[in-house]
C-alpha cells in the first residue's frame, strides 16, 4: 500500500478545501479539518481523514448543515444547552467549551446539552481544551445504533465514547478517551476501506456469529468491552447524551457515514468541575502523588502518553495517509489538482 506524507498544515488545508467544496463554511470547516487532523496524528485514524469523503457528502447533500451557526440558550448560570443546528458537532462543542469555561469560576461545576448534533470524532479533544484551562472535564456521546444490549439481537445503543481529562501543573492533562465498544466503529470503516480482515472479538454479523469481514461486522452489531458491563455503560451514556439532551436515541439516529436520509441528530454533554475549590486547594498535589504512583511500576505509563508522543512526532514529520485516500479528497476539492 504506497502512502503519502503531509505536514499538519497541509492535511488541514486539503480538509478544508474538501469541505467548502461541499456546502460548509470556511469557519466551520476550519473547526472540523483541525479535529481531523488531529486524530490523524495521534494514530486514531479512525476519526481522522478518512471520515472526510462522507463528511462532505452529508453536507452537499444536506443531511448535515454545513453552514450552520450552533446557537447557545443559559437556563442557569450553571446549566447551558447548545443546538447545533443540524450542522456538524465541531462548532457546537467549541461553544459548549467556551460556555463552560466562562461558567464554572463563578459556579465551581457546569454542565452544557449539545443537541441536534452530529458525530463528534475524537471526544479526548474536546475535553483537553477544557482541562487546559484548568477544570476536570467528562463528555458523553451517543452514536448510530452499533450495539445490542447483552443477550440481544439487534443493535439499539451506539458505540457511545466517554472521555474524561484532568488538569497537571506542569505536565499535559491525563485524557482518557474511550467507546463502550470493544473498538471503535471508525476503525472497522478503515479496515473496511482497506479491504483487511478484523478480529473474531470485535463484532458480530447479522445472525449473531463472530466475523473477521469488517462489512459484515458493520451490518450487524459491534461487541461491547466488558461484555455485560459495557452494555450497562453504553445505556448510561444513552441516558446522559441522548435521553437528557432531548436528541436521536442511537437506534434513531441516521447513519455518519452516509449522505442519504435525515440528520442524525444525536447529542453530546459535556460537565465540568473547578478542582481545587472543591479539593480544599489539594487536587493539584493528589494528582500528581497519583501519577507518581502508577508511573513508580515498571511498564506502566498515563493514559494518553502514547497518543501525545505521536502528536510530537507528527508536528515535526508530518502525517501518513494511504495515497487512495489523499487521491479521493484532492479530487472532491474540486480544483483539478493531482
Known sequence: MSEVVLTLSAA?????DVLTNHKTSEPNAREVAQVLVAAEAEGQAGHGLSRLPSYAAQSAS????????????????????VDARGGFAYPA????????????????????AVWNSH??????????????????????????KAIAPWNGQHAVFGTNPIAFAAPRANAAPVVIDMSMSKVARGKIMVAARQNRSIPLDW???????P??????????????????????LALLVEILAAALTGSNLSYEASSFFS???????????????????VSGERFGERMECLTKAILAQSGTRLPGARRLALRAKAEVDGITIDTDLYQELNALTGDGRP
Open 259 to 277: 449522505g442519504a436520509g435525515d440528520p442524525p441528530a444525536v447529542g453530546q454533554l459535556l460537565i465540568a468541575f473547578a478542582p481545587d475549590p
Open 203 to 209: 463484532a458480530v454479523d447479522t445472525s449473531g456469529q
Open 12 to 16: 488541514e488545508r486539503l480538509a478544508v
Open 62 to 81: 444536506g443531511k448535515v448543515n454545513g453552514i450552520a451557526t450552533p446557537l447557545v440558550e443559559r437556563l442557569s448560570p450553571a446549566m447551558s444547552r
Open 93 to 112: 462543542l467549541t461553544q459548549a467549551v467556551r460556555v463552560l469555561s466562562d461558567s464554572v469560576p463563578e459556579t465551581l461545576v457546569a454542565a452544557a
Open 119 to 144: 458525530h463528534c470524532g475524537m471526544a479526548g479533544y474536546t475535553v483537553e481544551r477544557l482541562a487546559r484551562d484548568g477544570l476536570i472535564a467528562l463528555m458523553f456521546a451517543n452514536t448510530p
Open 211 to 232: 466475523t473477521s469481514d469488517p462489512q459484515a461486522a458493520l451490518d450487524g452489531s459491534i461487541l461491547p468491552f466488558g461484555d455485560a458491563k459495557g452494555a450497562q
